[in-house]
């Protein structure tokens, strides 16, 4: 198979210079040029090739330990210091977010400043290449306003005195992605690429990522309008075999890699190839002599409805007598995010003694004493885990899924409920679609009202639910303005179900007896619902101005 994605990025040896004339109007002998570059098909291609790189591979999954539905056991991870609010603009991850994108987008501008010259290269092959690099500028500009708010607004290759000036306002950045992925998606044919252009972008890529934004951006007619042209493309199906049991695990595992052809559903993903681009994500969730690095939270565990449609602390289903119970009667999308017992998994070498076949999940671990997978909540992940690669170090191939169909549901489902205008069809078309993959009781309206559910919290819970482990959930809790929830203790099971007591003894808990694994959060309103410019953004050019609160 060719390398549908090549992670060196072949533009950072392209020539940036606008001057043209050098010693005798001599090109260089020893570096790609311009002058010489942009001018066939098999050169455009290997430059698009490279933007594709500024796709978040697993660092996807890692930011959604940002928010709360999981922690990681490292207190000096950097999607873990995000979340607790306890950082400045010195801090390094910060500048190293804010540098990546914009590095990115400079790669964009010179593939879309130089496209063109290829003449021998119709038209129609141009315009598809020039949509798709406007919709990967357009997501790096996506994650950067989300997290700075105003930004400078580059749309060219700069020269070095055009490098300082003050930043653009927000919602000119909002109108220029919105825009850039509309035109786009103009450009693009809407089938989906196959072959040796699997995995690259089509006109459903740009008008999902256009949802997402207006979602962002509580524009909701447009997040609704967008939605739905997706989902009225043809083109995308949500994937299932017809076994709701393992389907929605599956879609996150070798089964459902794009290159398998069973996966419809995905719109925008990080192809990985065996033995060339690989990742550490299977190994660790359930690395067998370590703590994992992705420990599922008790609030996340808790936000799973019981199998009857109720929240647990109203359905008589839910029992928490023992730890395999908290998994009975819930969402089976609960079993196929989080372990639970009787599962395979790939945590081997446990010395629990209430693990007595080391290949099936019992109990939980707590010590590390290099005998087996260590957790800090008493939870692991399941989801985006391949069982058989967690023994092996960096050899993970499973797809990053960046944004399926799924998604693109839930936007339309939560845009008509903003709306006021969702009805009982909107949700069969939409949310019961998810739900019915997985063999999950339908939502209904009639049932919302008769046990006194919110609607807006039904609809924001299954989004939660579904997009677990895809990097959403802090972006959620932003725009929801329910910044309170990063500022609680993270917490996890109860110390009480510990398989092994004597583990967990010394652990710290709460008045309930849970496990309390990370105190001194804080959330600041209105602060910390941007970031920092980075200082070192700030001392090349003061113009930039700080957000509020980071002074």
């Not at 989906?192 to 256009?210: E, M, N, Y």
């Not at 932003?478 to 003894?505: C, E, F, H, N, T």
Request: charged content about 25%; proline content about 4%; hydrophobic content about 40%.
């Amino acid at each position: 198979m060719k390398r549908i994605i090549l992670y060196t990025c072949l533009l950072l040896t392209v020539s940036f210079s606008s001057c043209r004339k050098d010693f005798l109007d001599r090109y260089p002998l020893d570096a790609v040029s311009d002058a010489t570059f942009w001018k066939t098909e098999e050169q455009l291609t290997f430059a698009l090739n490279g933007l594709y790189a500024n796709i978040k591979n697993n660092n996807t999954v890692a930011m959604d330990q940002m928010g709360d539905n999981s922690i990681n056991s490292s207190t000096g991870d950097s999607y873990r210091i995000f979340g607790s609010g306890n950082f400045g603009p010195e801090l390094a991850s910060v500048d190293a977010e804010w540098r990546s994108q914009y590095a990115g987008i400079r790669q964009c501008n010179v593939f879309l400043a130089n496209y063109q010259q290829a003449t021998t290269v119709s038209q129609a092959v141009k315009d598809q290449m020039a949509g798709e690099a406007k919709t990967i500028r357009a997501y790096m500009y996506m994650n950067l306003v989300s997290y700075f708010g105003d930004l400078p607004l580059v749309t060219k290759p700069l020269k070095i005195d055009e490098l300082y000036g003050p930043r653009n306002p927000r919602s000119e950045i909002v109108n220029f992605i919105l825009n850039e992925l509309e035109e786009a998606a103009g450009l693009m044919k809407k089938e989906r690429q196959v072959g040796p252009t699997l995995g690259r972008f089509s006109k459903g890529t740009a008008l999902a990522f256009k949802a997402r934004m207006a979602l962002y951006d509580s524009q909701w007619a447009v997040a609704e309008k967008a939605a739905k042209e997706v989902m009225d493309l043809g083109v995308y199906t949500l994937y299932s075999t017809g076994k709701p049991e393992v389907d929605y695990y599956n879609l996150f595992t070798y089964a459902g890699k794009l290159s398998g052809g069973a996966n419809k559903e995905t719109i925008a993903a990080r192809i990985n190839l065996i033995d060339v681009s690989m990742h550490n994500l299977s190994r660790e969730a359930q690395v067998p002599d370590q703590a994992s690095r992705y420990n599922p939270t008790k609030a996340l565990v808790d936000a799973y409805l019981c199998s009857d449609g109720l929240p647990i602390d109203q359905s008589s289903l839910y029992k928490e007598d023992t730890y395999a119970n908290i998994f009975e009667n819930r969402d089976p999308r609960m079993k196929q995010t989080i372990l639970a017992p009787g599962a395979a998994w790939g945590g081997r070498k446990d010395g629990n003694p209430a693990n007595t076949n080391p290949d099936i999940f019992t109990a939980p671990k707590f010590v590390a004493d290099k005998l087996g997978s260590v957790t800090v909540t008493g939870y692991y992940f399941t989801k985006y885990v391949e069982v058989s690669t967690v023994k092996d170090y960096q050899r993970d191939e499973n797809d990053i899924h960046v944004l399926r169909l799924a998604e693109v549901l839930l936007t339309y489902a939560e845009a008509r409920m903003e709306q006021g205008t969702l009805t009982q069809a909107d949700l069969d078309i939409t949310i019961n679609l998810l739900r019915d993959r997985v063999g999950m009781k339908r939502m209904t309206l009639i049932d919302l009202a008769a046990n006194g559910l919110d609607l807006r919290t039904e609809i924001r819970r299954e989004r939660r639910i579904e997009l677990a482990r895809e990097g959403q959930r802090w972006y959620d809790i932003i725009r929801w303005k329910q910044g309170s929830l990063l500022a609680a203790d993270v917490k996890g099971m109860k110390k009480s179900l510990a398989a092994v007591p004597s583990q967990v003894s010394k652990m710290a808990e709460d008045a309930n007896g849970y496990i309390r694994v990370m105190t001194g959060r804080q959330f600041v309103d209105p602060k910390h619902y941007l970031f920092p410019v980075p200082l070192t953004q700030l001392q090349r050019n003061p113009a930039l101005g700080q957000n509020p609160g980071w002074n």
